[in-house]
């Protein structure tokens, strides 16, 4: 038709699917000038044009159709200042987010390689002094099983992620001292997820600074004695008093293999 153009014309000049032009019509964001009333055909008009193309901008900055829908019904020059304004607020926000998540991935890839160069020699038992940390803590139920151990872990990434906690993407659990003397290893009281320093936020415990010893555990975590064994030996040779529970660091584990063999555990004790 004259000065109209059809929806697979349109489609193909302005790079957008039938279907989306077809979705766009049927919310009423962007209705075709004239349908045939005897086959049902979309056709546009040249005027169309430029609302399409701020309908694709505006999409393109982050806005929602139901936004851009809004915006499209009372878009004076005022209103876009006050609207791009509120929108760039949000990209700010997006920024800092994606900041974020950069470094916790790249945390995490740090910890990966580490783990390989480490997974040949992860019997050593060794002493650091480490730097003082937070974690995000969660109570493990009695009888601290490790389905218990995993769904409190779970509970952790759920409330980090609802209220938009600044953990790193690494899990841990908190074994108390008189369980592994009496070879409950695997009976965790709590989980945790290492964690930015926040204030003021219930379950965030801060880890201090001091004199560690430390081992690593390759393997099933079941199997997880033969390492606190090692652990132990070590302090009795070397006259070390632990003075706290176990922390326990997971190194590589589901979140980045499908083999539990695969798995490693850094353990760790505060010593004098």
């Keep these: 038709m004259k000065n109209l153009f059809s929806i697979g014309e349109l489609s193909k000049q302005q790079n957008i699917s039938r279907q989306t032009l077809i979705f766009y019509d049927k919310i009423g964001l962007f209705p075709p000038a004239y349908v045939d009333p005897e086959n049902g055909y979309r056709y546009y008009s040249s005027s169309q044009l430029d609302y399409l193309d701020t309908i694709c901008i505006m999409k393109k900055i982050g806005f929602s159709l139901n936004e851009i829908k ?12 006050v609207t791009l304004r509120k929108q760039l607020t949000i990209i700010e926000q997006q920024i800092q987010e994606l900041q974020m998540i950069r470094n916790r991935v790249e945390h995490r890839c740090r910890q990966l390689e580490h783990a390989v160069a480490i997974r040949d020699s992860s019997d050593i038992v060794a002493l650091e002094n480490v730097k003082s940390q937070y974690i995000l803590i969660q109570e493990v ?28 993407f690494q899990s ?11 070879g409950r290893y695997t009976e965790a009281a709590f989980a945790f997820l290492p964690i930015e320093k926040i204030d003021h936020v219930p379950g965030v415990v801060k880890l201090p600074a001091g004199k560690s010893v430390f081992t690593y555990h390759t393997g099933t975590y079941i199997s997880i004695g033969k390492a606190y064994e090692r652990i132990l030996e070590y302090c009795r040779n070397k006259h ?11 190194i590589n584990d589901y979140l980045s293999t499908g083999d539990e063999d695969e798995y490693i555990t850094k353990i760790m004790f505060y010593v004098e």
């Design 70 to 81: 809004t915006y499209m019904e009372n878009y004076t020059i005022d209103h876009s200042i």
């Design 141 to 168: 139920p009695s009888p601290h099983t490790l389905e218990s151990v995993s769904i409190a872990t779970k509970e952790c990434f759920v409330r980090s992620f609802r209220e938009q906690l600044p953990i790193f």
């Design 172 to 182: 841990g659990a908190i074994v108390p001292y008189e369980h592994i003397l009496n």
């Design 240 to 250: 070390l008093l632990i003075i706290s529970d176990s922390y326990e660091f997971a």
